[in-house]
């Protein structure tokens, strides 16, 4: 039950609600805009006012079992608010509905029975809040032990050795390690495929959708700022803080590039030339339900189908940048076969000179020591790691 909602914050929850239930932008957008126009909210208010529409949105199916179907975003809330979605009987709910998830999602879900409803429950919680220290220019402890000064509590990582997690929801994004480049902000799952790749130093590494560039500072790190990360990606717009964040994190080795599309004629320059590509293609996210619940309702078998298209292309053109020997390491932030699974062995079937090589085992080479599994791919979810939802595949060209 959560404590008692004031009737104002109410009446913002039940309209801002309203907004995101037609769907038509990302929820945390939607949020923002909203807060934006209404900036007479003080930022207590505002935080309540977020995790409440955030929880009507993970839980959706059950809020709406409760408040009745065809409910308004005002009983939704209402319904959110008395906690109807933990004190209801489980048993009168579909599994689909107990999961809060689209039918079209749960009879897809690619968990086995014994653990699919438990790991349906992890990806409704919060997620926490993941630090990596950038190793030119601090040490975990020694980061660890700044923060703690400053009165923000962290512990270290439970896989990956630059990770931090951070305790509670401290506001960060001025502390000094942030600003000078000490720290970043990435999800533990997102630095073990930065791992998976395997980058050493004076490498050339390609980052062939960089977005961001989380990974690609990240590997610049790695390589101790020697040889060269290009980082590509079609969205100008995303890239276009790479430059300055990589100076402040004391990286030269880090060249981003926006690229017209995977055919981009200069591309052509690194033919078979790049010790490892990464391909962090663009995907449905469902791995991210914890930080967007919105994505399983604004999506539908059909966008999975059209994303898989893409990422077989994205993987083709990117492999052909790989040096014999090299390394191709093909990642998402979803859980979801067709966009993994079967891209990878479409795009080995068609490419005897790639062979996967599993994953596990290259992780534990660099002590990294992750559960066994008997698939020789990546795959993290927030109930068996505690991190966001991801999917790799390491190949290596063999000719
Ligand atoms: C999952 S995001 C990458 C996140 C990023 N690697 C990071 O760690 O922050 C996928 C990226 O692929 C980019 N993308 C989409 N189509 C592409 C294409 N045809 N070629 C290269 N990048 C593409 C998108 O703009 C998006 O930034």
Redesign the pocket.
Known sequence: MNSPFPAVLHQHTARLLEQLLRFEHPADATVQQYFRKHSALGSRDRARVGDAVFGCLRHLRRLRHAAGEGAGAEALVAAWAAGAWQTQDATALTPAEQADLPDWLWARWPWPAETAMAVAEAFKQPAPLDLRVNILKAKREAVQAALAAAGIETVAGRWAPQALRVIGKPALQRHALMVDGSIEVQDEG?QLLGHLLGARRGEQIV?????????SLQIGALMRNSGRVHA????AG?LSELAQRAKRAGLANVQPMA?R??LDARLSRLAGKVDRVLV????SGLGTLRRNPDLKWRQGPEQLADKAA?QAS?LMAAARLVKPGGVLVYAT?SPMAEENEAVVEAFVAEHPAFAVEPALPALAKQGIDLPQSDSPYLRLDPFHHDTDGFFAARLVRCA
């Open positions: 997102s980052d062939f959708c960089a977005g961001a560039g989380g990974k590509f990606d079609v969205s995303r690229i599309d995977e962090d293609a663009p995907c893409l994205i932030c």
